[in-house]
């Protein structure tokens, strides 16, 4: 039926008559069909989860909570919007409640100013990279678990305005808002990097 397909984000704005039957058949209590409809959406998923927690563990984590969590919802489960959609909010919502739960680490004066190294491909610039990136978790670590989600929503997943606004559960000036207070943010945290 679905073939060696995967999705690699589910879409925005259309749904597949495919999905929508594999997840009828779920919520009837066809376990194959579940099967289909994770291994179509975990990678996507995995990747989101992974953007919001910073660590590929903890996301795994969530993703399976979010699918076991689908699992025993798929009764309930309207189609108002695709499988793809309510399995991005069902994970979105996992990973903000981890968020929440969590300690700040720091303030944006612990961020530090770092000078940027020149542009090589030494060992020397991979060492940057890696510090870049970590700075970029630590700076992450700072924003509130809805800019969080927001941002990496639009600019590592590169979701629409709408789609994030029904993901969130938020309206979509709520979340264009959000999303320049992260921006703001993060070109504080950052701002040795540019």
């Known amino acids: 039926m679905a073939g060696d397909r995967t999705r690699s984000a589910p879409p925005d704005t259309r749904d597949d008559p495919d999905d929508a039957l594999l997840a009828v058949r779920a919520g ?14 975990a990678p996507a998923l995995i990747r ?11 996301a795994e984590d969530a ?3 979010a699918f076991l969590s689908a699992w025993r919802r798929l009764p309930e489960f309207q ?11 069902i994970v979105t919502n996992r ?5 929440r739960a969590r300690k700040p680490v720091a303030s944006l004066e612990a961020a530090g100013d770092v000078a940027a190294a020149e542009h090589t491909t030494s060992p020397a610039r991979i060492t940057e990279a890696h510090e870049a990136v970590r700075e970029l978790r630590e700076a992450l ?23 994030i ?14 999303v320049f207070r992260a921006r703001r943010c993060l070109t504080q945290a950052l701002g040795a990097w540019r």
């Open 141 to 163: 670590d700072l924003l509130s678990a809805e800019q969080r989600a927001c941002w990496v929503l639009r600019e590592l997943d590169g979701r629409s305005y709408e789609f």
């Open 63 to 65: 993703v399976q909570d």
């Open 79 to 89: 189609g108002r919007s695709s499988f793809g959609t309510w399995t991005y909010r």
């Open 48 to 58: 989101l989860a992974t953007g919001l927690l910073g660590t590929r563990t903890e």
């Open 95 to 99: 990973c903000l409640n981890v968020l």
């Open 28 to 41: 009837e209590g066809d376990e194959d069909a579940f099967a289909v409809l994770v291994q179509l959406y």
């Open 165 to 178: 606004a029904d993901t969130v559960g938020i309206s979509q000036e709520a979340v264009r808002a959000r």
